[in-house]
Nanobody
Framework: QVQLVESGGGLVQAGGSLRLSCAAS????????MGWFRQAPGKEREFVAC????????LYADSVKGRFSISRDNAKNTVYLQMNSLKPEDTAVYYC??????????????????WGQGTQVTVSA
């Protein structure tokens, strides 16, 4: 049974940092792209960042570019999201996901077949 478990969320002041982790179990995802999405109250789930299976490729939403960094450790079947210079508008539930549709756009939520349950990130002003 595939399971993705996010951790590292919490409450932080604006300008602070958090590091999210997503540990996968049930199968190895070394050859799959993995991504982070977020969903704020009353809004649709939106793309945040993605990293290719070979680690060399990454993609970020414009809203987080230069502040967030995605990385992965294939030996641990884990993907990370380092979030710096956090802003109140970054407040959301953050989800990690595995991209299971090759050839689909990395930003496309429908390209991801496995999802974690999410971790809350709250940034106070």
């Amino acid at each position: 049974q595939v399971q993705l478990v996010e951790s590292g969320g919490g409450l932080v002041q604006a300008g602070g940092s958090l590091r999210l982790s997503c540990a996968a179990s049930g199968r190895t995802f070394s050859y799959y792209a993995m991504g982070w999405f977020r969903q704020a109250p009353g809004k649709e789930r939106e793309f945040v960042a993605c990293i290719g299976w070979n680690v060399g490729g990454t993609l970020y939403a414009d809203s987080v570019k230069g502040r967030f960094s995605i990385s992965r450790d294939n030996a641990k079947n884990t993907v990370y999201l380092q979030m710096n210079s956090l802003k109140p508008e970054d407040t959301a539930v953050y989800y990690c996901a595995v991209k299971t549709r090759p050839g689909s756009a990395w930003r496309d939520r429908l390209a991801y077949g496995y999802w974690g349950q999410g971790t809350q990130v709250t940034v106070s002003a």
